[in-house]
Antibody
Framework: EVQLVESGGGLVQPGGSLRLSCAASGFTFSTYSMNWVRQAPGKGLEWVSYISSSSSTTYYADSVKGRFTISRDNAENSLYLQMNSLRAEDTAVYYC??????????WGQGTLVTVSS | EIVLTQSPGTLSLSPGERATLSCRASQSVSSSYLAWYQQKPGQAPRLLIYGASSRATGIPDRFSGSGSGTDFTLTISRLEPEDFAVYYCQQYGTSPRWTFGQGTNVEIK
């Protein structure tokens, strides 16, 4: 069974940093591209970042470019999102997701990040 | 950058009724790259339709997708109580990798 379990969310002050993790199991992690998608409270879905299976290619939404860094450890079956210079508008549930060619078949349960003083 | 606009924002229907949800793209989208998701409160999204018209594994046949170019439709033939939720269309690209519509809330009338 495919499982994606996020962790690392919490309350952080504006300007602070946080590192999200996603533990993957039930599939060959090293062969899949992965993404982070977020959802602000009461709002829609927003794609945040993408990383290819080998980490050779990464993409970021304009809203987080230069502040967030996506990475992965295929030996540890883990995906990460380093978030720096956090703003109030980054408050959201962050979902780890597995990309299956042209769609997202699997999502984690999400981890809540709250940026507030 | 392609923008996806969903309509209506809210759809108020009764169980047993037919639901028709629209997703319009600001420029032509390959049908292979258009998907639909369902999201219930407190849950992660669930893939319903991919490639504009293919049902994902385990999705009941009352859900169907159609369309091409800039106009796509998700149809729920007969609403079941568990179908009341928010529905998102999604387009696959390069960067941004994924573009979502703003969602349609299907609520009980």
């Amino acid at each position: 069974e495919v499982q994606l379990v996020e962790s690392g969310g919490g309350l952080v002050q504006p300007g602070g940093s946080l590192r999200l993790s996603c533990a993957a199991s039930g599939f060959t992690f090293s062969t899949y591209s992965m993404n982070w998608v977020r959802q602000a409270p009461g709002k829609g879905l927003e794609w945040v970042s993408y990383i290819s299976s080998s980490s050779s290619t990464t993409y970021y939404a304009d809203s987080v470019k230069g502040r967030f860094t996506i990475s992965r450890d295929n030996a540890e079956n883990s995906l990460y999102l380093q978030m720096n210079s956090l703003r109030a508008e980054d408050t959201a549930v962050y979902y780890c997701s597995r990309e299956d060619i042209t769609r997202i078949n699997y999502w984690g349960q999400g981890t809540l990040v709250t940026v507030s003083s | 950058e392609i923008v996806l606009t969903q309509s209506p924002g809210t759809l108020s229907l009764s169980p047993g009724e037919r639901a028709t949800l629209s997703c319009r793209a600001s420029q032509s989208v390959s049908s292979s790259y258009l998907a639909w998701y369902q999201q219930k409160p407190g849950q992660a999204p669930r893939l319903l339709i991919y490639g504009a018209s293919s049902r994902a594994t385990g999705i009941p046949d009352r859900f169907s997708g159609s369309g091409s170019g800039t106009d796509f439709t998700l149809t729920i033939s007969r609403l079941e109580p568990e179908d009341f939720a928010v529905y998102y269309c999604q387009q696959y690209g390069t960067s941004p990798r994924w573009t979502f519509g703003q969602g349609t809330n299907v609520e009980i009338k």
